[in-house]
């Protein structure tokens, strides 16, 4: 009770002291209200742009060993700019079944969840883009999507699935020149009654090379900038300026090729390693390890490494893909640097000594242990 008193009494004092204070400032106290502008809700800002067009519907697609929330960024900017969208899980990730089997799952997701859904944009990321392209071509019924924008999808293959223990059957799908991809884009990579765009960067990271991602008879952007990646792509302001342009019925302008050569598609950027199945990154480990050993056994210097290294690479691929391209040259001689260094630090002896390394270190304390047990 007295603390409420108290409470009570030091509220009043401060509206007293406010009330004085206001009238004590004749402009304060007798000013008039301004008027306020009323401010419209975000949601009407662009209604012109969508004058006799009705907005659409925007799914999300994911991609290869991915969830919803990987686009969650998206979807809640698209919520934000007045859009009604949702976003598909696929069953495993997307990781075990087949892509016709997740595409299955969409043509569901779509013309049954969605069947009141007349006008459905399809945002897909990666993996998401050759599913949804494979309804489209395959398994579609109804006219329902009538854009497709596609983010860092794999559209010709890439070989980033090669050294992946184990490769599932996405990847396999997904390597240059399989099957599935020579089925999807036979005749056309397009279908009719859908608008197709492909947003993609050349610091991907995952899809090798990154120009796979270009899609022949689409809009292509090629977007770049720091951190822009496979997964940077889903926070880009740049990427989601074009998403949002083409949902409101705009065509931003294209940027980097328009068109990818097939053949040039499945060219591996390393002809001379064929690595086709999930050992590969066991052999790569032990070609690694091979040639340190060489290198110490001839006890050839570690620039010697370097040297041949770089003369085998330039020799079997004359555009070798080991530094990207978007490092330039600087970029290239500062990591053949930071190899250099590595290397230097390397000894065999403390690969094979590793175990005595750690016998010694257990003999030692026993024999600081003993003392204090026979005590």
């Not at 859908?194 to 270009?214: K, L, M, Q, R, Y």
């Not at 090729?257 to 052999?283: F, M």
């Not at 290397?343 to 257990?362: F, N």
Request: aromatic share 6%; charged share 15%; net charge neutral.
């Amino acid at each position: 009770m007295r603390r409420r008193a108290q409470l009570a009494v030091i509220s009043t004092v401060m509206l007293a002291m406010l009330a004085m204070v206001v009238s004590s400032q004749p402009s304060l106290a007798n000013a008039p209200a301004s008027p306020v502008a009323p401010q419209a809700p975000p949601t009407t800002a662009h209604l012109s742009e969508f004058a006799g067009q009705p907005r659409p519907f925007v799914l999300l697609v994911h991609g290869w060993l991915a969830t919803s929330l990987d686009l969650l960024a998206i979807k809640l900017r698209l919520t934000r700019d007045g859009f009604d969208c949702d976003a598909i899980d696929f069953s495993y990730m997307g990781v075990l079944d087949s892509i016709a089997d997740y595409a299955g799952e969409l043509a569901w997701k779509i013309e049954m969840e969605y069947a009141s859904h007349r006008n459905i944009a399809v945002v897909a990321h990666s993996m998401g883009g050759l599913v949804t392209r494979y309804y489209l071509k395959n398994l579609r019924a109804t006219d329902q999507v009538k854009t497709v924008v596609t983010v860092a999808t794999p559209h010709h293959g890439t070989f980033g699935g090669m050294i992946l223990p184990p490769r599932s059957t996405p990847t396999s799908e997904m390597l240059p020149g399989s099957s599935f991809l020579e089925e999807l884009n036979g005749v056309s990579e397009t279908v009719p009654g859908v608008d197709f765009h492909a947003i993609w960067t050349p610091t991907d990271g995952v899809v090798i090379p990154a120009e796979n991602s270009i899609m022949c008879g689409a809009r292509n952007y090629k977007v770049s900038g720091l951190g822009v990646t496979h997964l940077g792509l889903l926070m880009s302001d740049a990427a989601y300026a074009i998403i949002l342009d083409v949902l409101r019925g705009q065509k931003p302008p294209v940027a980097g090729p328009q068109t990818r050569d097939h053949n040039e598609a499945k060219e591996h950027p390393l002809p001379w390693l064929r690595l086709r199945d999930e050992y590969a990154s066991a052999v790569l480990l032990g070609l690694v390890l091979m040639t340190i050993g060489l290198i110490e056994a001839l006890r050839l210097p570690v620039t010697l490494c370097m040297l041949f290294a770089g003369i085998v690479l330039r020799n079997g691929a004359p555009r070798a893909w080991v530094f990207p391209r978007h490092f330039g040259s600087v970029g290239g001689v500062l990591v053949v640097m930071l190899f250099l260094v590595v290397g230097a630090q390397i000894k065999v002896e403390h690969l094979l000594q590793h175990d005595r390394h750690l016998e010694r270190l257990r003999e030692a304390g026993r024999a600081q242990t003993a003392p204090r047990t026979s005590e």
